[in-house]
């Protein structure tokens, strides 16, 4: 009888152990997924900034961002997603979020400096060839101004020197 | 016309020509700065995307929709947060003389970019989903903003003069700064009151 009852008490308190173990365990997990979701969330927000900032540069460059801006706006939505989720206790929905934003914001990112780089070569080639024709025109245009202006002198000389005199009678 | 006057207009004519000819050059090295004003909108438009038809008195179980905008005449593409955050009358509303955002926290979010001189839309749905009533009160329990519920528990009082239970949905404008890397309060708000009628 005391042996059954030794036994009983064991069982119990075993149970209780086992009971405790798992909340702990539960809540560790919990708090490791909004913590996981929190440094996530982190992650994309400055891949996120990073590609907007690249996005400007190359826009600033006199690239055509339209489609990384369309591609960002994509990013946008997801990191939007993850916020809400997150501000609702779906850590893992926002942790997946977050992910997706940063893939797309990386890649974004990457691809605005290419485009910057390209933009920046692109500007100085035009500079160059603007320069070049200003440069040539400017001396071609000073060159045929001073031809002119000489051969155009010599046929008015010519003229006036070509004139007569002509006598006209005045009567009173 | 004598030969000096005619020297003058040959020179007039040359010196136009050049600065013709230069012009592209010296528009890539000298930048006009732009006087425009340099702005954001943001709007709020009925279901029909006309300022009408705004949703009002709402009951429990309805959807009901609107569009939000933002246009962008910054200079430059600009990376915006529009966050959706709901009061009663007697909550505090963004104060746009000091640049201070409300308080209360946001519902849900938009992110995203608009290129210089374009602008953006997007639906937002909302519905009501359980508003506990009492004779001269209510309180809004949990409602859905874009198909995700949220708990908001916020209480209102009748409104003897307006004659109603009233709320406001309301929206922020946040603008990102590179300089701080951050997102700042761009100092605009809409909103639209509703009146819990059932």
Redo the contacts between chains.
Sequence with gaps: MVNGMSVLKSFVFLLVLLVFVSAVSVFEASALSEDVAALAIEEAEGVMASAYEAVLKAEGAGANVSVLVTRLNDAGDDLAQAHVSYRVGDFEGAARFADLCREIGEGVRVEALGLRDLAVAEAGQRFRWTMTGSIVGVVAIAFLSFLGWNVFKRRYYRRVLGMRPEVVTCEP | MN?EE??AV??V??LA??LI??A??IG?VVSVPRSAERFSELWVLGPNHMAEGYPFNVRVGEEYRVLVGVGNHLG??A?Y?VYVKFRNSSQPLPDTSDSTPSPL???????????DGES?EAPLAFEFLEVSRLEDSCLVRRMSVND???SVDSPSTWDSENNGLYYQLFLELWL?D?MS?SFQFHDRFVGIWLNMTG
């Design positions: 030969l005619y020297r040959f020179m004519s040359s020509l050049i000819t230069a592209p050059t890539m430059c593409s990376y947060t926290p946001p519902l849900y979010e938009f992110q995203f970019l608009v290129l953006w995700v519920v949220f990102y590179a890397r």
